[in-house]
């Protein structure tokens, strides 16, 4: 194997359209250890991307020494990305690990055991249920547990305590991707599969760099692109990325204006007449106000408003309009942009118009940004209820009481669940006065880290659970050491609702336990029981949570029914819905046009794409979706801070090739550290050289918010734009609560989410550049 | 006809409801969804004003002033601040803008009665606009009233 550093997506094994994608097994080892030399080969799959690659977990002497490809594996065929490779296994077995629940005491956080410190959790939790009750509690999960931690999490959060404040961190990633599904269709869930991407004929990226965020779906697309009957690729991002440089064409948009680039692609395709009336008849409601809305958006305002070339926007369009296959993908670019919700959807409705969904080579693949983010949006350890069910239906509520034999007055339906943003909000006011955290570091990833660290600093009682005392770990009252990958046992899904098992390969560090051993050590010290006096949470393994999961999602649209740790551990990935019919999983939905829009069965009866407004059941009724796709449109508006004379250049935040989050398990796999150790900010040359900035100079990058310094990276943005990776918190300084110095991209973010999916908005913000004079040393 | 005074008392009513947007949206600045969208939706209420143009060339504009004292909208008045000041807000420019609403219906059925279709347009467009607005208000009022009222502070 090569160098899978530089050589960041490996060789190429091209393919033709409709051919098989070959095999090509990637294996990393400890230095000094031989496949040879490896007791067992532990099956799993790899949570450092959304992608979700089949894997094998090498183990010896009871330490996880390297990770091999399933050659087998649908999603990867053998392969995986420098981040899988070495971050996986390098990322947990570590001799930073927590090992011991630790409690504060004395302003100091001090080792204790776990019955000391979750007596004191229950202690805390029993005695403002008394006072408050549940409303004073919140859980801000992650994308990264297992589905089987956030269905118990969901049950001790939703049934057992009661409380609407639940979220993950899949707030920050996927929360527009679920949006947009469910708007348009009515329900969750990924319509297409990877394999679409052997299958079509032209591949749109609507702010995807896949490149460096889903390396080995961009291999497979690059054995696409250098293989015969090469598709045509486009890609909208304001950055000359490596996508950008294999594109046929580039609408380098400026940030906040996908919104308009979108309506005058749609624009186009009615202009044109390349809309499958009929399919747009039969199988969806809507067209007449989508073609009213874009009726303004031609070419050259389109051109105007996002600073692209007219003709491109005609030429992607067109591109759009005659291919007789296309899939597109959709990520950050979008998601966490302005009008996310409103321009994703976009995106599904070109599909819907060309009647492109359900077929090889045709797909939306609205994309996650974490590995195990499709499991929270399932079960409902975020903002959704488990099985996609809508908390607007009074039958699905009671569906849930029933399968958890309680109340259904327990199950909070009486408001939107409350969003990420909103739970820490109302942490700062005060109501929330129980915070519980686990595998994510919101000190980090949240927007405006300046009011962060306040909150996190506040008199909000805080649970941190997780692998390492991260910059959040170290505001907590309790810190709880979690096991994680390699060290316990669960499954996940993947962006394509691809299900794996991953295995416990070896035993966790010290005391550390496996979060769904917390959460039911907590549920059981709460006394959480059902209506008969039972505990609420009766399980003892994950195995026994799966199957309780599995009749959850009984006819439901993510149907798990046919599935057991059996057929996983037989099976090389299997694709929802798995039912008696379809044993062996369902590649594509939707290929029969039937959209699960009917009321009874909807996620959702939909909202406004400008303010979030709630359609309502009534108001939803009477559209009569009734199995039809809608077609969901709004115009353009500006962002809300555009660039002015203090603040001259737009901000941009991001994920890059090496690193994944803030770096928890990256920083500390050698190679990747070194490959990308420190922040940097990337300039245009006509901006660097107007400031007189070269490579590897210091600048100190200023928001109304915050500011960072940063080394100068001369790169591909957009002149008057700068991009900042968004990993790199202060981890180094384990248990400081505050960095030494600034260099997290979201000290200078703005507090703004989208008004329908509630996803923070990370990449609009105006920021001005000062040169650090190095005599100085960075002094403001 | 009185229908002047009726497209007075809408011109002035979307005023109102523009200003006690913007004052919303002031007062409530560390809320971040509704300061950004009350500025959005106040945007929406000056447009509604500009629209009215053509017709109230047409048909006259009496003041409210020279009407009844009731046939006037009332603003807000001063915004309030914290959790509970934020619902009581919300719900004053709800009752607003479901005057809004109303009065738009009112003179669209005197559009049909006049057969007059630019009107009749003018009214669906603006009065669908301001029936999601009030749909707004009561989703975010709905998320925010059970922590007011059961555990916040004022």
Redesign the interface.
């Known amino acids: 194997m090569s160098d899978r550093i530089h050589d960041i997506w490996g060789e190429r094994t091209p393919m033709a359209r409709g051919g098989s994608w070959p095999e090509r097994v990637d294996v990393a080892l400890a230095e000094g250890v031989t496949e040879a030399d490896v007791e067992t080969w532990v099956q799993s799959a790899c949570v450092l991307c959304s992608n979700g690659c089949g894997c094998d977990i090498a183990v010896k002497d009871g330490h996880m020494v390297g990770v091999r490809g399933r050659a087998d594996d649908a999603v990867n065929r053998g392969r995986l990305g420098p981040k899988g490779l070495f971050a996986s296994w390098q990322g947990m077995d570590h001799a930073d690990r927590l090992t011991t629940p630790l409690i504060r005491q004395s302003g100091r956080l001090v080792e204790t055991d776990w019955d000391t410190a979750m007596d004191r959790v229950v202690e805390r939790s029993r005695s403002l249920l008394s006072e408050?009750?549940p409303?004073?509690h919140g859980f801000y999960t992650s994308g990264q547990l297992f589905l089987e931690e956030y269905y118990a999490l969901c049950v001790l959060g939703k049934a057992g305590i009661g409380t609407?404040h639940m979220d993950g961190n899949t707030r920050l990633c996927t929360a527009t991707a679920a949006t947009s599904l469910k708007e348009t269709f009515g329900c969750d869930g990924q319509p297409g599969c990877y394999a679409d991407l052997d299958e079509t004929d032209a591949v749109f990226l609507f702010g995807h760099n896949m490149a460096e965020t889903q390396t080995v779906l961009w291999s497979r697309l690059l054995d696409r692109l250098e293989g015969p009957d090469r598709p045509l690729l486009v890609c909208v991002d304001p950055r000359a990325t490596e996508v950008a440089r294999c594109a046929d064409v580039h609408l380098a948009v400026r940030a906040g204006t996908n919104q308009a680039l979108m309506n005058g692609l749609v624009r186009e395709l009615i202009a044109h007449g390349w809309v499958d009336e009929e399919y747009v008849d039969m199988y969806t409601t809507g067209f007449a106000e989508l073609k009213a809305t874009v009726e303004t958006y031609t070419p050259t305002r389109v051109a105007e408003i996002c600073d692209v070339g007219a003709q491109d926007v005609v030429r992607a369009a067109e591109i759009f309009g005659t291919s007789q296959r296309v899939v597109s993908t959709v990520l950050q670019g979008f998601y966490q942009s302005h009008q996310a919700t409103a321009a994703a959807c976009m995106v599904n409705n070109l599909h819907l118009m060309r009647g492109m969904l359900g077929r090889p080579g045709c797909a939306v693949l609205q994309m996650n940004g974490q590995p195990t983010a499709q499991n929270n949006r399932e079960c409902g350890g975020d903002g959704d209820l488990p099985g996609f069910r809508n908390w607007e239906n009074p039958g699905h509520i009671e569906e849930l009481a029933r399968l958890w034999n309680v109340d259904a007055r327990v199950i909070p339906d009486?408001?939107?669940p409350?969003h990420a943003?909103?739970i820490f909000?109302?942490a700062e006011?005060?109501?929330i006065k129980f915070l519980w955290i686990s595998a994510t570091n919101p000190a980090v990833s949240l927007p405006q880290l300046g009011r962060i660290r306040e909150v996190l600093g506040g008199d909000t009682f805080l649970v941190v659970q997780d692998l390492y005392l991260t910059e959040t770990a170290a505001y907590a009252d309790v810190v709880l050491p979690a096991a994680g990958w390699g060290e316990k046992t669960g499954t996940f899904t993947n962006a394509d609702r691809t299900v794996h098992i991953s295995e416990r390969a070896v035993n966790p560090p010290g005391k550390a336990r496996s979060d769904l051993d917390i959460f039911l050590d907590y549920a059981r010290g709460m006394g959480f029981e059902d209506r008969d006096g039972q505990p609420l949470l009766p399980w003892s393994s994950p195995e026994e949570v799966f199957d309780a999961w599995r009749e959850c999602s009984r006819g439901r649209p993510c149907d798990y029914s046919a599935l057991s740790y059996a057929t996983l551990r037989q099976s090389n990935g299997v694709q929802w819905p798995v039912t008696e019919q379809s044993p062996n999983g369902t590649p594509r939905l939707y290929s029969d046009a039937a959209f699960p829009s009917e009321p009874d069965y909807a996620e959702t009866f939909g909202h406004?794409l400008?303010?979030?407004?709630?359609?309502?059941e009534q108001a939803y009724r009477a559209m009569a979706p009734d199995g039809r796709a809608i077609l969901k449109s709004a115009a353009w508006?500006p962002a809300?801070e555009a660039p002015d004379d203090d603040f001259a250049f737009q901000l941009s935040t991001g994920r890059t090739v090496y690193q994944f989050h803030t770096r928890t398990k990256t920083a500390r796999a050698p190679k990747l550290d070194a490959a990308a150790p420190e922040v940097w900010a990337e300039l245009a040359e006509i901006d660097a050289e107007k400031l007189r900035l070269g490579p590897g100079d210091r600048v100190r990058v200023v928001s109304r918010r915050g500011q960072l310094t940063a080394n100068v990276h001369i790169g591909n943005v957009r002149e008057g734009e700068v991009f900042v990776p968004f990993h790199y918190g202060w981890w180094s300084e384990a248990g400081e609560t505050v960095p030494s110095e600034r260099h997290a991209a979201n000290e200078l973010t703005?507090?703004?989410?989208d008004?329908v999916s509630k996803q923070p908005v990370f990449k609009v913000a105006a920021v001005r550049l000062e040169r650090v004079d190095e005599a100085v040393g960075g002094a403001t | 006809v009185n229908l002047s005074s009726y497209l007075g008392l809408l011109h002035e009513a979307e005023r109102t409801l523009a200003d006690a947007f913007r004052q919303v949206a002031s007062a409530h600045g560390?809320?971040?969804?509704v300061h950004?969208?009350c500025l959005?939706?106040a945007q929406q209420c000056d447009a509604h004003q500009d629209k009215l143009s053509p017709v109230i060339r047409r048909y006259g504009e009496s003041s409210t002033d020279h009407e009844p004292e009731r046939l006037q909208a009332q603003g807000p008045g001063d915004a309030r601040t914290g959790?509970m000041g934020l619902l009581r807000d919300l719900q004053d420019v709800h009752m607003l803008g479901t005057f809004v609403v109303e009065t738009w219906k009112m003179v669209g059925q005197a559009g049909q009665a006049l057969h007059d279709l630019e009107l009749l347009e003018i009214v669906q467009t603006c009065s669908a606009q301001t029936s999601?607005?009030t749909?707004?208000l009561?989703?975010r009022m709905?998320?925010a009233?059970?922590?007011v009222l059961?555990?916040?502070?004022r």
């Open positions: 408050l009750g409303l004073s609407p009486w408001a939107p409350t943003m909103q909000r109302y006011q005060g109501s406004d400008l303010t979030g407004a709630t359609v309502g508006t809300h703005m507090t703004e989410w008004p | 560390d809320e971040p969804d950004f969208l959005t939706l959790p999601v607005q749909s707004w009561e989703t709905k998320q009233a059970p922590q059961v555990v916040a502070g």
